[in-house]
């Protein structure tokens, strides 16, 4: 649930920022419209996309940007697995959901005739069906700001409002002279003629350049200057995107596939793709700086990934092999946060001096730890740390190759096994001998390479 400072700032805000447009919006449906957006954003589903978000993003001097702020992520759909129950009656209207495929009714616009102008902007007709990968959250989030805001802002102003929610899709990929930005600059002149907003091409272009200043400002912690902090932050993204991992109990598998669509979308994001720019805005050097920062923290990233996927696997097998897959909990010990008394694995494995071959910051990353808890995951990485020193960068990356499956759904294969050097198996078993006692026999006999199932591949 929301708390109360959250929801008291929300309704402070709108107010604020309606009062330096010129428009009134009364105490009574400040309060409405901020717990529509706090309770929506409080769905216990979510992790990162929550009021503390709109902090982030707000701006005392743009009334505009800060009112799209508070609206862009009311509707997260594949986490909070339907639409969020303050926005549903005004959504539900307008839509058909069958099996968890969105389409917008053929007759939306005789329910709400204003949503013509956010169909035009995100260039979406009624009938067409909503992609979650692609602007199902931000159209819907768009639909909710229009409705709530169609009785106090003029139409002009709720169109700059939806730009700036549109430029918000992250990630867009880009066909040759195809840019999403230069394309919603296109939109919102077409708007401007249809429903005579009557803006200027100043104004046009003022508009794009909030639209994309909110849109950096969401993705920007890929431009942080600290890699730690930027791997923090999208290490709060997985419980939003991984249901099994919002409890204690989750198993290998639950981890592993977790990783592993991570691990896919960071070898899917190129780094152009992740800020915008619109004309001259933001200045040439500061995108190329940008830019060339995320590049490293995606690199760095993907590395950092690969580390504790390849760990993974290796004690899943030994997991399967021991006797099958079982919460992680029990097989290499408790999370500190939850119980302080049992003991880890990582606290025995031997110490190891490492190869030359390893990015030292990544190797910093896994020992050390990230800035931030993270409620299912230790801040460090120990037994990750233990794998890199002993494989490298070279060596890690050709065991991922081998490690990967054609079908992410298919068993682990745990012949791979035999990929990893003898003593590195060696001593994890003996570690995971020490806190798993139901299997510690099997993890000796593991150790020692005289296992039965071994013997088979």
């Not at 992520?73 to 839509?95: H, I, S, T």
């Not at 592993?256 to 933001?282: G, H, T, W």
């Not at 800035?371 to 960068?393: C, H, M, R, T």
Request: hydrophobic letters at 40%.
């Amino acid at each position: 649930m929301p708390t109360d400072s959250d929801a008291k700032w929300t309704a402070k805000t709108l107010i604020e920022s309606c009062n330096k447009l010129g428009c009134l919006m009364s105490a009574d449906t400040a309060s409405e419209l901020a717990q529509l957006v706090t309770i929506s954003m409080s769905n216990e589903r979510r992790s990162f996309h929550r009021p503390s978000h709109i902090r982030d993003l707000v701006d005392p001097d743009d009334a505009i940007l800060t009112i799209a702020a508070l609206f862009h992520d009311v509707v997260y759909y594949q986490v909070d697995q339907g639409l969020p129950p303050p926005a549903e009656r005004l959504l539900q209207p307008l839509l058909s959901m069958d099996d968890g495929v969105v389409t917008l009714r053929s007759d939306c616009l005789t329910t709400l005739p204003a949503l013509e102008l956010v169909c035009d902007l995100f260039q979406v007709k009624p009938g067409d069906r909503l992609n979650p990968a692609k602007n199902l959250n931000e159209f819907l989030s768009a639909a909710v700001a229009l409705h709530s805001l169609v009785p106090i802002l003029p139409e002009t102003y709720i169109a700059k409002v939806v730009v700036c929610i549109e430029a918000t899709i992250p990630f867009r990929s880009q066909r040759k002279g195809d840019d999403p930005i230069e394309t919603l600059a296109k939109r919102l002149s077409f708007c401007n003629r249809i429903y005579g907003l009557n803006l200027t091409d100043d104004e046009i272009h003022a508009a794009m350049v909030r639209a994309v200043n909110i849109g950096n400002r969401d993705v920007k912690n890929f431009a942080s200057e600290d890699p730690a902090w930027f791997l923090a932050t999208t290490w709060q993204l997985m419980p939003e995107r991984n249901e099994s991992l919002r409890g204690s109990r989750y198993t290998f598998k639950d981890y592993r596939s977790s990783l592993e669509k991570m691990s896919d979308f960071f070898d899917f994001l190129n780094e152009a793709l992740v800020f915008k720019r619109y004309r001259d805005y933001p200045s040439s050097e500061s995108h190329r700086e940008n830019t060339a920062i995320a590049k490293r923290n995606i690199e760095i990233a993907r590395t950092y990934i690969m580390a504790k996927l390849v760990a993974i696997n290796l004690v899943e097998m030994l997991a399967i092999l021991s006797g099958g897959d079982l919460p992680i909990s029990s097989f290499l010990g408790p999370l500190p946060r939850i119980e302080t008394l049992r003991e880890r694995m990582e606290q025995f494995l031997p110490p190891t001096k490492g190869v030359e071959d390893l990015n030292p910051l990544v190797l910093v990353l896994l020992e050390k730890g990230l800035p931030l808890e993270s409620s299912f995951d230790l801040k460090n990485s120990p037994l990750a740390a233990f794998v890199y020193k002993s494989l490298g960068d070279s060596g890690m990356a050709a065991l991922a190759e081998k490690l990967k499956r054609s079908n992410p759904n298919s068993p682990l294969d745990c012949r791979n096994i035999s990929q990893f050097p003898e003593h590195v198996v060696n001593d994890v078993a003996v570690a995971c001998a020490k806190v798993c006692f139901d299997r510690s026999e099997f993890l000796l006999r593991l150790s020692r390479l005289d296992h039965p199932a071994l013997k088979e591949i």
